[in-house]
């Protein structure tokens, strides 16, 4: 007997084909029966229903919701106003303060930035902490 004389006393096994139906297949994780385990499944995906439910649209669209209020300082109003005035969003627009924001009286916030000497008047804004004291310590109100 020489060197290329030599043979295997055993074949090679062969590799093992999983999950593909027959006697030798096994379920490769898909479990038993059912639509899950079957091979060329038809399943709905879920995330389609949800997208024909969207109205069609055109063009691209921002879901944010806008925000309409306006940010005004106490120095601003110890500026423009006069003693004993009332401060609302429609006296602000009228002296140029602030703009109108489609077609509408934006809401209006005072912070408390600056010196209050006057009597003010406050309706239909919000206001900050700073803000109240020192309108409430110079005299004026917050309806």
């Known amino acids: 007997m020489q060197l290329h004389e030599l043979q295997r006393k055993h074949k090679n096994k062969g590799k093992k ?7 030798k297949g096994t379920y490769s994780g898909k479990g038993n029966k059912g639509q899950k385990s079957r091979a060329g499944r038809k399943m709905v ?22 925000d309409y ?18 401060i609302n969003p429609e006296n602000l627009i009228k002296k140029g303060i ?4 489609k077609g509408r009286p934006p809401k ?14 406050v309706e239909n804004c919000k206001v900050s902490k700073t803000a109240k004291e020192a309108i409430e310590k110079s005299g004026g109100s917050i309806k």
Do not use: H
Request: without cysteine; positive net charge; aromatic residues 4%.
């Open 17 to 23: 084909r999983v999950g593909r139906g027959g006697k």
């Open 45 to 66: 995906p879920i995330i389609r229903e949800l997208i024909k439910r969207y109205p069609k649209l055109k063009g691209y669209r921002s879901f944010a919701i806008a």
């Open 69 to 86: 209020s306006v940010v005004v300082n106490l120095e601003t109003l110890e500026k423009t106003s006069k003693d004993g005035e009332t």
């Open 98 to 101: 602030i703009s109108t924001m």
């Open 108 to 121: 209006v916030k005072i912070l408390g930035n600056g010196k209050l000497t006057k009597k003010l008047v």
